[in-house]
């Protein structure tokens, strides 16, 4: 059934599934019923607040069931819902809060420490709530909102290429479109129990929001991931599905726990976010004994745009092969139009050699940037999405990524900005240049990476540069490596060649 609107799939779900038990979270069980008077109660209390159609709610929690209900209350306002990364310090959350001019803060009381940070600076936050608070019961009921399915219903920020992070826009119709491709896609029914495993600040798991709230399946919510402990919650909780990410599948299927579990109510594990090694998706088919769907995708385009869901010939090649083939990057998901393109805009042979752009459009594709139109004109050309990814396709209409966008890292699932980090370490009153480069990493994928040219008579240590780095931006931007060079490499017109630095570490030349 096809829904236009967040709020339309819940009271879809409480119609159809409302005695099934839609949440579990720890000891506790939600019904579909239970969980719409929650998130009901949730809108009225932000309504009394004075929040209204269009208006902004960020919140910043672990992986809880007020997270998730934040997502359906917001939609029910026609606000919309901002989730913060967790991983980011004060100084970057506070800067998304000033873009994004939310009045109404959410915060699980693990971070009371971030939320007094951001309370001591200036910005557009009137109200600080507690995710773990029981809601008023006295709330006054509103008149129901009418939602557009073009209006925006999240705003997810990335890093930018400037050292700004912008506020991805996602629809609606961009989110419910997204969750009915998926649902045909994956086949997902009532009887599947969803394992929410990565973070769902990150649509890498927030999709699943919506998708299995859709067919009425299982939200089984674990607040942070433990490999050993996603195990006992796989085994005890008989999930069916989940999504991780490539270093979070490493620490599953090494575990010691994973070695000896059944994973009997495993059907599916998806993987995306980072590239994935053919010898890892042979070790997650043998311990996790299931089918293994390789994915990619961007927060712009809700998120997937191709799945490697295998057809039946793709099965039938030489075992060898067909662990290649999962490995790929996949198949246009849903009904996406997908094209790989040259620098003229044709398209590039279906020969698995020619590189080209990755560009994209349909419904699940963002309609901008928040606040950011020139931004938005550079991204979104003639109606397509220019991905920046670099890829070749293969005569089975599968896309292989081979590259990323110019000096983007994508380490461990988050995407990183050099020019991002080096504003940080230009902030040290020793560094004289910088420059910030992706080499491959067998756990993280790629690991950030920094080579620098010290100011005359300064000697601070890579401790410190990194250090000082993270009292500026996240842990996981930090270099893990820093280099100190007499000069950086330069290209003919005197710019900084990261492409010589990246191959002089590649080659390991002193």
């Not at 099934?20 to 969980?35: N, W």
């Not at 007020?66 to 310090?89: C, D, K, M, T, V």
């Not at 990057?329 to 080209?356: K, M």
């Not at 901008?368 to 938005?376: H, L, Q």
Request: net charge neutral.
């Amino acid at each position: 059934m096809s829904h236009a609107t967040i709020a339309a799939i819940l009271a879809a779900a409480e119609r159809s599934f409302g005695a099934r038990t839609a949440v579990v979270e720890g000891d506790r069980a939600l019904t579909y019923g239970e969980l719409a008077a929650r998130v009901s109660a949730r809108a009225r209390h932000w309504h009394a607040l004075g929040l209204r159609c269009g208006e902004r709610v960020a919140i910043l929690d672990w992986n809880t069931g007020a997270f998730l209900e934040s997502y359906f209350a917001a939609a029910q306002l026609g606000a919309i819902l901002n989730p913060l990364n967790h991983r980011l310090a004060v100084p970057e959350l506070a800067q998304i809060l000033a873009d994004s001019g939310a009045r109404l803060m959410l915060a699980g009381r693990a971070f009371a420490e971030t939320v007094t940070g951001l309370r001591e600076r200036p910005g557009p936050v009137e109200h600080f709530l507690w995710c773990e608070d029981e809601q008023p019961k006295d709330a006054p009921a509103f008149a129901p909102v009418v939602v557009r399915p073009d209006d925006v219903a999240q705003l997810y920020y990335t890093s930018g290429t400037t050292g700004r992070s912008k506020g991805v826009m996602l629809t609606h119709a961009n989110v419910c479109t997204h969750a009915e491709w998926a649902v045909r896609e994956l086949a997902l029914t009532s009887a599947d129990r969803w394992g929410h495993f990565a973070p769902l600040f990150h649509l890498a798991d927030a999709w699943a929001t919506f998708a299995i709230t859709q067919v009425g399946g299982v939200h089984v919510m674990v607040p942070r991931f433990e490999a050993d402990e996603a195990v006992a919650r796989m085994e005890t909780e008989r999930i069916t599905l989940t999504n991780l990410i490539p270093t979070m599948l490493k620490r599953l299927v090494e575990s010691p726990r994973a070695r000896e579990a059944r994973f009997a109510s495993l059907r599916l594990v998806l993987s995306g976010g980072a590239p994935i090694a053919p010898a890892l998706v042979a070790q997650v088919l043998a311990v996790l004994k299931c089918e293994y769907v390789q994915t990619y995708g961007m927060t712009e385009t809700s998120p997937y745009l191709t799945v490697g869901i295998l057809s039946e010939e793709l099965k039938r090649l030489p075992p060898a092969d067909v662990l290649r083939q999962r490995a790929r990057t996949g198949r246009p998901f849903g009904e996406v139009e997908l094209e790989v393109v040259d620098e003229s805009g044709r398209r590039v042979p279906a020969d698995d050699r020619a590189v080209g752009e990755i560009r994209v459009r349909g419904a699940t594709v963002t309609p901008g940037y928040w606040n950011r139109p020139d931004e938005t004109a550079r991204a979104i050309r003639d109606g397509w999405l220019y991905t920046g990814d670099l890829a070749v396709l293969d005569a089975h209409g599968f896309v292989n990524i081979v590259d990323r966008a110019k000096d983007m890292i994508l380490s461990g699932g988050e995407n990183v900005y050099s020019t991002e980090v080096e504003n940080a370490l230009y902030e040290h009153s020793a560094v004289l240049e910088a420059a910030v480069f992706g080499l491959p990493d067998e756990t993280w994928g790629e690991s950030v990476n920094a080579a620098v040219v010290l100011k005359s008579g300064q000697s601070p240590s890579a401790e410190e540069l990194q250090q000082h780095c993270r009292a500026r931006i996240a842990a996981y931007k930090t270099p893990r490596a820093i280099e100190f060079l007499a000069e950086l490499p330069k290209t003919g017109s005197g710019k900084i060649s990261k492409q010589v630095l990246r191959a002089r570490k590649t080659r390991g030349t002193p």
